[in-house]
């Protein structure tokens, strides 16, 4: 990518300690703890040879090797361990050392990486700074030490072309290609950068070797500019002199173009996407979904564009490309093309987010008010999970929101967000939720988006979030959620849940347990109009494979028969029964009777008979009863008594198998209490300088209530009992509003 670079002036240069500069071949060096690499327990010699290498290859390596040989950056060595080297030729027709580490990768015991996201750093960038410089550090891993006792890792095979010496060579310092090597550097760096401050109001980011400073005065960010580069000359660093961006309105940093307020893809690697050719190979898919998905936060419908890609990924087939994927993928470059610029967030006002769902994925843009319009900072999207695709529309709305506030969270970094969407999230959580959705799903997503102090729901006719932005006026949208998710999920319109009024009466129930070491299985419809006229309808022994949910089905398969041409109401105590007639059976119907994973159901043709049986009667409702109640009550008696002879059909020695073929609540609800803090906490409230609260309660410089140690230990744990959220889920949540001391005892 080519940057457009301000030069230095003489009067810069002066300032500058020339030692600084990564002139005439030589790297940095740091003054710090040689690193220690371990490696799993166990591990053998890892010994891969060398791959065959042309006869040019090694000769463009051999002023690299003998350089690195002079600093003391390789050594000669005798290690049990080798992996194999390779010479990649560079555009400008030099060679570059590049060694396969994956071997060693696999093996490495890792540290937890504290590399931040792009997205999440740029999105510290204020809008009001507008100068810029870019520190771009020259072969930065080699200036990190490594232990004498992690060198043999990293040894590896040097036949020279012209001296025929064949040696083996280890690394005196951080390799380049393994793992571990940018989250190392990048602690190692931000240690350093501790102890140095910037002039005023000039902030500075690091990504890995990477650094941007910026600000709002330009002599200000010069200063500090300079001073840096003579900070990381002192400390053994070496600045890439050719790629320093000093000082300027808009840099290129991490591939994108940054100015005042703004973000923007720049022109090079725009022009690089759109030149790649069709793919060949699934290696050339992944290589442009990469690419592509780099600059998704520009791309409109990102998820749903490059689907088609993904599709290709995942077919056993060999890659066959179409002219239909030719158009599709002309369409994404022209999506790219055509980019707009992004707003950079200021986390000081509230965000907007627009949030939609179709055809199984979320998506929606984030945006803020800026000079009295809302403009665009991110573009989101993301498929829903497999069990969330198989939900109404309205439901698949609730997941969407929860999924890109998540994507939100980690640009606007815990910001206010007034949510648009075209569905009644709060109704559908709490009326139609629990029929489709386990009980910790629904706790995370009150959780997410009812009792977060930093969202507000709105209800928008905006289904679009890019007609929003660009003033297009909006279809009208509005709906009654829970009508419609009635009608989505009914087979006829004129199923009820309730019992009718009129019409025959049917108590259906089926059997399948093992008594003397044999399974058995029946089913039973029993038939009645009170309490006192319950009597057999019909009953039978079915296959002794079948589960009691397969025979509870049928039993309900066998009451709508009998039911055929007439009124009435079907009572079973079975909820799967019940799901499949009311809910979850059009939505299978509608998909080809596949589950959510692609794969046929389980019990396919049972389900399909059901919802064709389920036409026959000319009114008809399927009612769900508890089972085992009392014989005192109408409906506790139908269902014992269906119970009782489903058991009884089962364990007929004479009976027949007779069965057709068949291919606000959270842990802060009450308020939380006021803690008592012990001598390390009260330390910690004075050095971080809190403040108190309007309630009395201690909150840290960014506005997080800090608790004592049990209440932290007891919210926690209360949460973990909402959601079953893993460690990583639970830290997350709880610093999100919340702040502890950390125990030193574990």
Known sequence: MKVKIMKLTAEDLEEINPEVWAEGGKSGLLNIPPIEVKMQPGTPPIRIKQYPMSLEGKKGLIPIIEQLLKEGILEPCMSPHNTPILAVKKAEGKYRLVQDLQEINKRTITKHPVVPNPYNLLSQIPQEHAWFTIIDLKDAFWACPLAEGSRDWFAFEWDHPETKRRQQLRWTRLPQGFTESPNLFGQALERLLEQFTPEGQVQILQYVDDLLISGENQLEVRTTSIKLLNFLGEKGLKVSKKKLQFVKPEVTYLGHL??????????????????????????????????????????????????????????????????????????LKNKLSTAPVLSLPDLKKEFDLFVNTEGGVAYGVLAQEWGGCKKPIAFLSKILDPVARGWPACLQAVAATAVLVEESQKLTLNGKIQIHTPHDIKTVLSREAPGWVTDSRILKYEITLINSENLRLTVSKNLNPAQFLSGEPPPDLEHDCLELMSLQTKVREDLESTPLPYGKRLFTDGSSRVLEGKRVSGYAVVEGSTIEDIQVRETGKLPSSWSAQLCEIYAVKRGLDLLGGDQGTIYTDSKYAFGIVHTFGKIWEERGYLNSKGKDLVHKEMIRSVLTSLLKPIEIAVVHVKGHQKETTFEGKGNQLADKEAKRAAQDPKGSIRILALNETSEEEGGEEKPKYDRTELKAIKDLGMRKGEHGEWLTPDGRKFLNKPLARRILTEIHELTHWGTQGLCDHFLKERSAKKSTNG
């Open 258 to 331: 940054i100015g005042k307020g703004y973000k923007k893809l720049s022109p090079e690697r725009i022009a690089g996407i759109i030149a790649i050719p069709a793919p060949k190979t699934k290696r050339d898919i992944r290589k442009l979904l990469g690419l592509f998905g780099y600059c998704r936060h520009w791309i409109d419908e990102y998820t749903q564009n490059v689907r088609f890609l993904y599709d290709k990924l995942v077919s056993s087939e060999l890659i066959e490309w179409t002219q239909e994927n030719e158009k599709q993928l002309e369409k």
